[in-house]
């Protein structure tokens, strides 16, 4: 695997990442049924390879991306990587708004 740096961080990240939006689902007719034994190995599978960095966002998988990593990063996968995840800005109005679906989105990830 190739890596660069992160910008002005003291991190480098692999030259390819993960990213969770096209997941592999159990229905085609219903994003939100993630394959989860297969994504699981092919998050697992990608991270022994050496990516390091995973993309999510709040809509990915109707809203069950982010939750599904919280459980496929499990076992030491979650300390491997760095973790992007995007805010739905169609629903942020205040920063109450912002903080009130990040606190309840991470309650959620890692509940």
Same mark, same amino acid.
């Given at each position: 695997?190739?890596? &660069? =740096?992160?910008?002005?961080?003291?991190?480098?990240?692999s #030259?390819?990442?993960?990213?969770?939006?096209? /997941?592999?689902?159990?229905?085609? +007719?219903? &994003?939100?049924? %993630?394959?989860?034994?297969?994504?699981?190995?092919? %998050?697992?599978? #990608?991270?022994?390879?050496g990516?390091?960095?995973?993309?999510?966002? $709040?809509? $990915?998988?109707?809203?069950?991306?982010? &939750?599904?990593?919280? =459980?496929? /990063?499990?076992?030491?996968? &979650?300390?491997?990587? =760095? /973790?992007a995840?995007?805010?739905?800005?169609?629903? %942020?109005?205040?920063?109450?708004? #912002?903080?009130?679906? /990040?606190?309840? =989105?991470? +309650?959620?990830?890692?509940?």
């Open positions: 695997m190739q890596y &660069r =740096r992160f910008g002005n961080l003291d991190w480098m990240s #030259a390819l990442g993960f990213g969770a939006m096209r /997941l592999p689902t159990t229905d085609p +007719e219903d &994003r939100s049924k %993630i394959d989860e034994p297969l994504a699981t190995r092919m %998050i697992r599978y #990608a991270v022994d390879h990516v390091n960095y995973i993309d999510t966002a $709040y809509p $990915y998988h109707n809203g069950e991306s982010e &939750r599904f990593l919280g =459980r496929a /990063l499990k076992d030491g996968y &979650r300390e491997k990587v =760095r /973790l995840t995007k805010l739905p800005m169609w629903a %942020i109005e205040t920063v109450r708004d #912002a903080d009130s679906i /990040l606190n309840v =989105r991470l +309650e959620n990830v890692y509940s």
